[in-house]
């Protein structure tokens, strides 16, 4: 099954870094939006970010708006998406998904229209 690989997780302190990043060995991100999304304890699915297949547009869910970013270098077939002033709330399982949309300058911050997913990588903040 065609899979992404997510990576970057573990333990960070309150008001630390993430530096995430999303690939795949199998085909390209050419082409495809990528989305990231995390799944808390006890809680749903929510989009956090996500990038155009076209790098021009990224779209952020309000809470994360002003300390998180999103790149893509397709030459690597990677995407990077990063977070500042990390808080306990940000605890969960952070995912990437990929997905071909109308547009290369569209992405949604939502599940549909998703071709493939990554397994997960767990973020914990804690002191």
């Known amino acids: 099954q065609v899979q992404l690989v997510e990576s970057g997780g573990g333990l960070v302190q309150p008001g630390g870094s993430l530096r995430l990043s999303c690939t795949t060995s199998?085909?390209?991100?050419?082409?495809?939006?990528i989305g990231w999304f995390r799944q808390a304890p006890g809680k749903q699915r929510e989009g956090v970010s996500c990038?155009?297949?076209?790098?021009?547009?990224?779209l952020y869910v309000e809470s994360v708006k002003g300390r998180a970013t999103i790149s893509r270098d397709n030459s690597k077939d990677t995407v990077y998406p990063q977070m500042d002033s990390l808080t306990p709330e940000d605890t969960a399982v952070y995912y990437c998904a990929a997905g071909r949309y109308h547009s290369p300058t569209y992405c949604p911050l939502a599940h549909y229209g998703v071709n493939y997913w990554g397994e997960g990588t767990l973020v914990t903040v804690s002191s």
């Open positions: 199998e085909f390209t991100l050419d082409g495809y939006a």
């Open positions: 990038i155009s297949a076209s790098g021009h547009n990224t």
